[in-house]
């Protein structure tokens, strides 16, 4: 785990975030600068900084983000509205934090 990585502090409990779900691979918490009413990021508790570091190995974890993400959306009801998945790679896509991550986005129609 990197120490400056703020992803692994709040998988670690080392810093708060209101979590939604999490289990031995994967935490949920809703993100603090809201693009939707919902709004969570789903991450590995294993540190992987860019999509572009996985490799065929990760393939169960990057399963386990969307699945989480997807029960996360029904938790949260927005399920059979809809809702979008996006995972970011690198500065120009608008990763701001360098730890892979799924935001998970519903409640309103998406544009």
């Given at each position: 785990?990197?120490?400056?990585?703020?992803?692994?502090?709040?998988?670690?409990?080392?810093?708060?975030?209101?979590?939604?779900?999490?289990?031995?691979d994967v935490v949920a918490f809703r993100d603090i600068?809201?693009?939707?009413?919902?709004?969570?990021?789903?991450?590995?508790?294993?540190?992987?900084?860019?999509?572009?570091?996985?490799?065929?190995?990760?393939?169960?974890?990057?399963?386990?983000?969307?699945?989480?993400?997807?029960?996360?959306?029904?938790?949260?009801?927005?399920d059979e509205r809809g809702?979008?998945?996006?995972?970011?790679?690198?500065?120009?896509?608008?990763?701001?934090?360098?730890?892979?991550?799924?935001?998970?986005?519903?409640?309103?129609?998406?544009?």
């Amino acid at each position: 785990m990197p120490e400056s990585c703020l992803f692994c502090k709040i998988a670690s409990g080392h810093v708060p975030a209101t979590i939604v779900v999490q289990d031995d691979d994967v935490v949920a918490f809703r993100d603090i600068n809201p693009q939707a009413p919902t709004h969570v990021l789903v991450i590995p508790r294993r540190h992987i900084a860019l999509l572009n570091d996985l490799t065929p190995q990760d393939g169960p974890i990057v399963a386990k983000l969307v699945q989480t993400a997807a029960e996360v959306a029904r938790r949260e009801g927005v399920d059979e509205r809809g809702y979008r998945l996006v995972m970011n790679c690198n500065r120009e896509a608008g990763q701001s934090v360098f730890h892979i991550h799924v935001h998970l986005l519903g409640g309103r129609a998406m544009a």
